[in-house]
């Protein structure tokens, strides 16, 4: 049975906004709810998952549906049902009371990146629904601990369960929302993605009493090496896929807009700093988290390297955890299918290939030989502050906005699975 598009629109509008209303804050996690609720949904229109925990509560959903021809490679679509904490004082609405308001659906998840989940389970439940057969599998992957480096979730299940989540092709988030730039339209597809390389940096120091003031006191030299960290740039180098965006863009590799220069060098932002312990005590350790951002064809070694050579001999390293860089070929159907169906379905715009500068789960399927994107499309108006908003308080979506991504996601997936629109919606 064929489901009516209006209907797929508030199914899936109201998947998300239940969703949202899970708080799955990472940490701790607690991915299970999200993972029975999809599971139940699926399990309405007959689709069964499967639930893997690779610790209690972290749980991952997948679930398949079979296709004709076992000798097409599957297309996986991806998400991540963890989301990151809140400070909800700040927020203009309950964070995780999924609230319809200005045209938007407000809340933690509703861009990063539950709606992608909604949008899959759509997909899987009205295949299902239709009695149609694609011609290659079509596996859906909802997992944990996305937020916090994919140790419970991707990363778990490539390197423990990767029969389950072997693709040829995998869509995940981040890609296919507006860009507005100089009076034109883009929409980005991610092909790549920077690695992460996370340290603790520490120094020493006399210890002493407060009473007796020191230039030389752990935290004074750590605040030297902070200040050095942030006022000096690591080496720039414009990766061909970023010459190729900037030039389509028509913006100069010269002197790029702020919100391109992260793609262009390797990058660490300090980001927790501990000291001390009590309020006359000068401390004898100071200690910084550094988020590192590597470029495709760097590897912690080189980041380490560029680093020590910014902060000097004296901090000790720890290496708290890694991340690949990734990067895909745009020479593939499902590129040219993701690029032709978004410029259909806003005349006159253009679909880039985009470097992000943060990470996503791509990265661990791509071990696997996937040809990994970031491909979530939403239309945007100039006003929404869309990249902001990831990680941020007020979290909303366009309803319209989601509504059109929908359609163009839908166009995308069934086309690749051998199938037309109106076989699966009416």
């Given at each position: 049975?064929?489901?009516?598009?209006?209907?797929?629109?508030?199914?899936?509008?109201?998947?998300l906004r239940?969703?949202?209303?899970?708080?799955?804050?990472?940490?701790?996690?607690?991915?299970?709810?999200?993972?029975?609720?999809?599971a139940?949904?699926?399990a309405?229109?007959?689709?069964?998952?499967?639930?893997?925990?690779?610790?209690?509560?972290?749980?991952?959903?997948?679930?398949?549906?079979?296709?004709?021809?076992?000798?097409?490679?599957?297309?996986?679509?991806?998400?991540?049902?963890?989301v990151?904490?809140?400070?909800?004082?700040?927020?203009?609405?309950?964070?995780?009371?999924?609230?319809?308001?200005?045209?938007?659906?407000?809340?933690r998840?509703?861009?990063?990146m539950?709606?992608?989940?909604?949008?899959?389970?759509?997909?899987?439940?009205?295949?299902?629904?239709?009695?149609v057969?694609p011609?290659?599998?079509?596996?859906?992957?909802?997992?944990?601990d996305?937020?916090?480096?994919?140790?419970?979730?991707?990363?778990?299940?490539?390197?423990?369960?990767?029969?389950?989540?072997?693709a040829?092709?995998?869509?995940?988030?981040?890609?296919?929302?507006?860009?507005?730039?100089?009076?034109?339209?883009?929409?980005?597809i991610?092909?790549a993605?920077?690695?992460?390389?996370?340290?603790?940096?520490?120094?020493?120091?006399?210890?002493?009493?407060?009473?007796?003031?020191r230039?030389?006191?752990?935290?004074?030299?750590?605040?030297?090496?902070?200040?050095?960290?942030?006022?000096?740039?690591m080496?720039r180098?414009?990766?061909?896929?970023?010459?190729?965006?900037?030039?389509?863009?028509?913006?100069?590799?010269?002197?790029?807009?702020a919100?391109?220069?992260?793609?262009?060098s390797?990058?660490?932002?300090?980001?927790?700093?501990?000291?001390?312990y009590?309020d006359?005590?000068?401390?004898?350790?100071a200690?910084?988290?550094?988020?590192?951002?590597?470029?495709p064809?760097?590897?912690?070694?080189?980041?380490?390297?560029?680093?020590?050579?910014?902060?000097?001999?004296?901090?000790?390293?720890?290496?708290?955890?890694?991340?690949p860089?990734?990067?895909?070929?745009?020479?593939?159907?499902?590129?040219?299918?993701?690029?032709?169906?978004?410029?259909?379905?806003?005349?006159?715009a253009?679909?880039?290939?985009?470097?992000?500068?943060?990470?996503?789960?791509?990265?661990?399927?791509?071990?696997?030989?996937?040809?990994?994107?970031?491909?979530?499309?939403?239309?945007?108006?100039?006003?929404?502050?869309?990249?902001?908003?990831?990680?941020?308080?007020?979290?909303?979506?366009?309803?319209?906005?989601?509504?059109?991504?929908?359609?163009?996601y839908?166009?995308?997936?069934?086309d690749?699975?051998?199938?037309?629109?109106?076989?699966?919606?009416?």
């Amino acid at each position: 049975m064929k489901t009516s598009w209006d209907k797929a629109k508030g199914y899936a509008l109201e998947a998300l906004r239940g969703l949202i209303r899970l708080d799955t804050s990472n940490p701790p996690g607690n991915e299970r709810i999200a993972a029975d609720y999809l599971a139940a949904a699926m399990a309405r229109d007959g689709l069964e998952g499967t639930i893997i925990e690779s610790r209690p509560t972290r749980a991952n959903l997948i679930a398949r549906i079979e296709g004709r021809d076992s000798s097409r490679p599957p297309l996986l679509i991806s998400s991540h049902t963890d989301v990151v904490p809140v400070e909800a004082a700040k927020w203009s609405r309950p964070p995780f009371s999924a609230e319809i308001a200005d045209g938007c659906v407000w809340g933690r998840g509703a861009i990063d990146m539950k709606a992608k989940c909604a949008t899959d389970l759509l997909m899987m439940c009205a295949l299902r629904r239709a009695g149609v057969t694609p011609e290659r599998d079509l596996i859906l992957a909802a997992v944990a601990d996305e937020e916090a480096g994919s140790e419970y979730g991707a990363k778990f299940l490539v390197e423990r369960h990767p029969e389950l989540v072997r693709a040829g092709f995998v869509l995940n988030e981040v890609g296919g929302f507006t860009v507005h730039l100089g009076g034109a339209r883009f929409y980005p597809i991610q092909v790549a993605e920077k690695g992460f390389v996370t340290v603790k940096m520490t120094v020493g120091g006399q210890p002493g009493h407060g009473s007796m003031p020191r230039e030389d006191t752990a935290i004074a030299r750590m605040a030297e090496l902070i200040t050095k960290i942030v006022k000096t740039p690591m080496r720039r180098r414009v990766t061909p896929l970023m010459k190729r965006t900037l030039e389509a863009l028509g913006v100069s590799t010269d002197a790029p807009p702020a919100v391109f220069v992260p793609m262009l060098s390797n990058t660490v932002t300090p980001t927790i700093l501990r000291a001390g312990y009590k309020d006359n005590v000068i401390p004898g350790e100071a200690s910084v988290v550094l988020d590192g951002r590597t470029l495709p064809g760097e590897d912690p070694e080189s980041f380490m390297a560029e680093l020590r050579a910014i902060v000097g001999p004296e901090p000790t390293f720890e290496l708290v955890k890694i991340g690949p860089p990734a990067e895909t070929t745009v020479d593939t159907p499902l590129y040219e299918l993701m690029k032709a169906k978004l410029e259909a379905a806003d005349p006159g715009a253009r679909a880039i290939p985009w470097m992000i500068p943060g990470a996503t789960d791509n990265k661990f399927y791509a071990k696997l030989g996937a040809a990994c994107y970031g491909f979530a499309p939403v239309r945007l108006e100039p006003h929404i502050p869309f990249g902001s908003l990831y990680h941020s308080n007020d979290e909303r979506l366009p309803i319209e906005g989601f509504y059109w991504g929908l359609k163009v996601y839908a166009e995308v997936v069934l086309d690749f699975l051998g199938l037309r629109f109106e076989d699966v919606f009416e």
